[in-house]
């Protein structure tokens, strides 16, 4: 069974970079698109980008002057930067997995992480 | 255009059919995906490539695409169905993702 799990700070202060990790256990992590997803508090979700697991990545346009997606496949991660947060950046962030052959179906997802930021 | 729009709310008699609808001028090139929500937790896939249920997902959930709008019907909806659901596809260019709004559901 594919397991993610995101980890990182909790609290973020405005301007600064926001950074989580998400591990992947019990499956294969090559050949595959992993993606971060975020939900500000009480409202919807929201695509931040993905990444293969050659490294290549796309983004949302929205953010992409901001995000950066890496991928560590010695030890089955990947990670998101967000730089310059601000308030409307308050969100869970979730890690998931693209189905094979699929480019925006999500298959297993991480349990989430809220990340505050505020001074 | 690059946006999905759904309906905020919809509500349904126990046991009776729903369906939830998802519109955007991508989906007459894309395929829409499902998923539902339930508070506190992470979004789980029900509907994908328009009508698949991932291993795990009830039959009476199913999906269709007409022109534009995409739909989810849940057939005799049970109470452990209340909750959000979100459609996704892509947005017009292809290269990105695009979530819906999503529509709480309740069962009455």
């Known amino acids: 069974q594919v397991q993610l799990q995101e980890s990182g700070p909790g609290l973020v202060k405005p301007s600064e970079t926001l950074s989580l990790t998400c591990t992947v256990s019990g499956g294969s992590f090559s050949r595959y698109y992993w993606s971060w997803i975020r939900q500000p508090p009480g409202k919807g979700l929201e695509w931040i980008g993905y990444?293969?697991?050659?490294?290549?990545?796309i983004y949302n346009p929205s953010l992409k002057s901001r995000v950066t997606i890496s991928i560590d496949t010695s030890n089955n991660q990947f990670s998101l930067n967000l730089s310059s947060v601000t308030a409307a950046d308050t969100a869970v962030y979730y890690c998931?997995?693209?189905?094979?052959?699929?480019?925006?179906?999500?298959?297993?997802w991480g349990q989430g992480t809220l990340v505050t930021v505020s001074s | 255009s690059s946006e999905l729009t759904q309906d905020p709310a919809v509500s349904v008699a126990l046991g009776q059919t729903v369906r939830i609808t998802c519109q955007g001028d991508s989906l007459r090139r894309y395929y829409a995906s499902w998923y539902q929500q339930k508070p506190g937790q992470a979004p789980i896939l029900v509907i994908y490539d328009k009508n698949s249920r991932p291993s795990g997902i009830p039959d009476r959930f199913s999906g269709s695409s007409s022109g534009n709008t995409a739909s989810l019907t849940i057939t005799g909806a049970q109470a452990e169905d209340e909750a959000d659901y979100y459609c996704?596809?892509?947005?017009?260019?292809?290269?990105?993702?695009?979530f819906g709004g999503g529509t709480k559901l309740t069962v009455l």
């Open positions: 998931a997995r693209v189905l094979a052959g699929t480019w925006a179906d999500f298959d297993y």
């Open positions: 996704n596809s892509r947005d017009s260019s292809g290269n990105h993702v695009i």
């Open positions: 990444i293969y697991s050659s490294g290549s990545t």
